[in-house]
């Protein structure tokens, strides 16, 4: 069964940084993509990065571009999210994905860390 393990959530002032986890295990093929998504109180989730697995290459949204930073540790089974400068419209629940290679979309979804950010 796969299991994705999130870390490093908490409460940080506005202009603060904080570097979230996700420890993946239990997949039985290769990782294609791992990513990150937030949900906000009362809105839709929604998408903020997202890595390769093979290669490495990131993608950003708009919002989060220049200030957050994704990377992986293949040999961990790991991607991490460092978050800088950070904003109050950053607050959310921030969930891990995995999508697994050979299939098309986002399967496996972590529990949600929570990240507040003050003003």
């Known amino acids: 069964q796969v299991q994705l393990v999130e870390s490093g959530g908490g409460l940080v002032q506005a202009g603060g940084s904080l570097r979230l986890s996700c420890a993946a295990s239990g997949h039985t093929s290769v990782p294609f993509l791992m990513g990150w998504f937030r949900q906000a109180p009362g809105k839709e989730r929604e998408f903020v990065s997202e890595?390769?697995?093979?290669?490495?290459?990131?993608v950003y949204s708009g919002s989060v571009k220049g200030r957050f930073t994704i990377s992986r540790d293949n040999a961990k089974n790991t991607v991490y999210l460092q978050m800088n400068t950070l904003k109050p419209e950053d607050t959310a629940v921030y969930y891990c994905?995995?999508?697994?290679?050979?299939?098309?979309?986002?399967?496996?979804w972590g529990q949600g860390t929570q990240v507040t950010v003050s003003s």
């Open positions: 890595i390769i697995w093979s290669d490495g290459i990131p």
């Open positions: 994905a995995l999508q697994l290679a050979g299939t098309a979309t986002y399967q496996h």
